[in-house]
């Protein structure tokens, strides 16, 4: 058996993390097994899905890394192949026009409530006689498609992460709808979830269905469906929910739910999808946390899923992220930087200061949790313009602060000044010959480069000020200063 899994979102909103992390399942499945994985635009509800949520479907899961093998597959462009489903469903018997109106299943679930039932469709149009039919159609009533559920029937499956699972026909809530007819339509044009999705699962050869355990419910109906239309029952697997730190559904309240908040965020695609695998499944070796989805796609068993719902752990993904950052080829994390730097309205050219980029990337990442870390990191190397803060500003008063900074001009402006052992020889060399302690130059040296007396590495902040030409231009402004106290 050739494996084909698929993931199937609704465009009714950007990529969801839960739905993220289902493809995640998905894609590593299909690699494990040499398979092949689908991507299923669901878009049947014609109202809430848009076609800008199918472009950020798409652009997310290509930014996860999970290429699809074949799709997108558009459920709209499919709605012949699910009428004829319904009409093989009525020809044989299996499904039936129902005409009630919204009032009258209202009046129904009332009358359910009342006396303590749970809320189902009573089947009381599966029989009609066609005298009765013609009746309600004189009626000016549409009807839908309700599909046959037999009451005593019980359905069993054999969940690949929850084991054997059973339900009983009578809870499924009566006779289901399958497709409904638009207004000006005379056919059922507007199938319904559960028909399409197993019309689609039986005509893309769908071997194992990896979803949310949201759905275990519309499983029990689509067995039914399988059967009905005559199709072998794909292999189930209900992945766990994807809880808050307060154990509940993670949710809009959570601060974010799609993918793109993660990334706007400044977590790397790479950290997410590796955190992805972890939301719900262990490695066979459990200490294992770095990996790429490659790396987990070799051990990636759907046994290895946890039944109870994944915590997110915000900490956990914030250090996966600084490992990814911290591990990053320089190129890379600078190409992920300069978005950040230039959205802060830091004034460089991307292209022509490219080397000193670079440099300040190396800087800057030991310290990167998230991108946008970076730019608080490399806040006080951009610019010309100095501002002295109160603390750098009471240091910068001590007697000797003056001759220090001289000094330093004056050691930039006649070396050739072109590494830190260039910078750390002029560091000694005014140490001597102002008799002061070292600690006293290096802390003066940083509040008068950068109006500060905290930030990066006080010897590579100083070359990278020193090859953008701003050294001795920041030591002079610091000399202005000190004439004015
Ligand atoms: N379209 C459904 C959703 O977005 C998924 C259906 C399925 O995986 O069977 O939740």
């Known amino acids: 058996m050739t494996v084909r899994v698929r993931i199937a979102p609704s465009p009714t909103g950007n990529l969801h993390i839960g739905t993220a992390r289902t493809a995640v399942f998905n894609w590593l499945y299909a690699r494990r097994h040499g398979g092949t994985f689908i991507l299923r635009i669901e878009d049947t509800d014609q109202e809430r899905s848009r076609p800008e949520y199918t472009e950020n479907i798409l652009s997310g899961l290509q930014w996860l890394g999970l290429q699809w093998d ?8 499919r709605l012949d192949r699910y009428r004829d489903a319904v009409q093989t469903l009525l020809d044989r018997g299996l499904a039936y026009r129902c005409y009630c109106t919204a009032d009258e299943l209202e009046v129904m679930r009332t009358a359910q409530k009342a006396s303590n039932q749970a809320p ?5 149009h599966r029989n009609l006689t066609p005298e009765a039919e013609e009746k309600l159609i004189a009626q000016g009533r549409k009807p839908v498609i309700r599909f046959k559920i037999d009451d005593d029937r019980t359905i069993t499956w054999n969940d690949q992460i929850r084991g054997a699972m059973t339900w009983q026909g009578r809870d499924l809530g ?4 399958i497709a409904r007819t638009p207004e000006g339509d005379e056919a059922f044009g507007q199938p319904l979830y559960n028909l399409a999705v197993v019309v689609d699962d039986l005509d893309m050869e769908i071997t194992h269905v990896i979803r949310g355990e949201d759905h275990i419910a519309n499983t029990a109906k689509q067995i039914l469906l399988y059967e009905a239309l005559g199709g072998t029952v794909p292999h189930f697997a209900h992945t766990p929910l994807i809880l808050n730190t307060e154990g509940r559904k993670l949710s809009k309240r959570d601060g974010v739910t799609s993918i793109d908040d993660f990334r706007q965020m400044g977590f790397t695609a790479e950290a997410i999808a590796n955190y992805m695998c972890l939301l719900g499944w262990t490695p066979p070796d459990a200490t294992q946390e770095i990996f790429t989805l490659e790396e987990a796609a070799a051990q ?8 109870a719902g994944a915590k997110f752990d915000w900490h956990k993904l914030d250090w996966l992220n600084s490992q990814y950052l911290h591990q990053m080829p320089v190129a890379a994390l600078t190409d992920l930087l300069i978005p950040h730097w230039q959205n802060a309205g830091y004034d460089f050219d991307p292209v022509g200061d490219r080397p000193w980029l670079e440099e300040l990337t190396t800087l800057v990442a030991p310290s990167l949790t998230r991108l946008p870390d970076g730019v608080g990191e490399a806040r006080l190397l951009f610019g010309s313009a100095l501002t002295f803060d109160e603390k750098a500003t009471a240091h910068l008063q001590q007697a000797e602060v003056k001759g220090i900074v001289e000094g330093a001009i004056a050691a930039l402006k006649e070396n050739e000044v072109a590494d830190l052992e260039g910078v750390k ?5 005014i140490t001597k010959t102002a008799a002061v302690k070292k600690g006293l130059v290096m802390k003066t040296m940083r ?9 990066p590495d006080l010897m590579q902040a100083w070359l990278l000020l020193h090859r953008k030409g701003q050294a001795v231009n920041r030591l002079e402004q610091t000399l202005a200063l000190l004439a004015t106290f």
């Open 447 to 455: 509040a008068a480069l950068t109006g500060e007396l905290q930030g």
């Open 300 to 307: 990636f068993e759907l046994e290895r899923v946890n039944k």
């Open 425 to 429: 020889a002029i560091v000694d060399q």
């Open 120 to 124: 189902r469709y009573d089947n009381r």
């Open 174 to 177: 009566g006779d289901m709808v």
């Open 70 to 77: 074949e799709g997108p597959i558009q459920q709209s462009d």
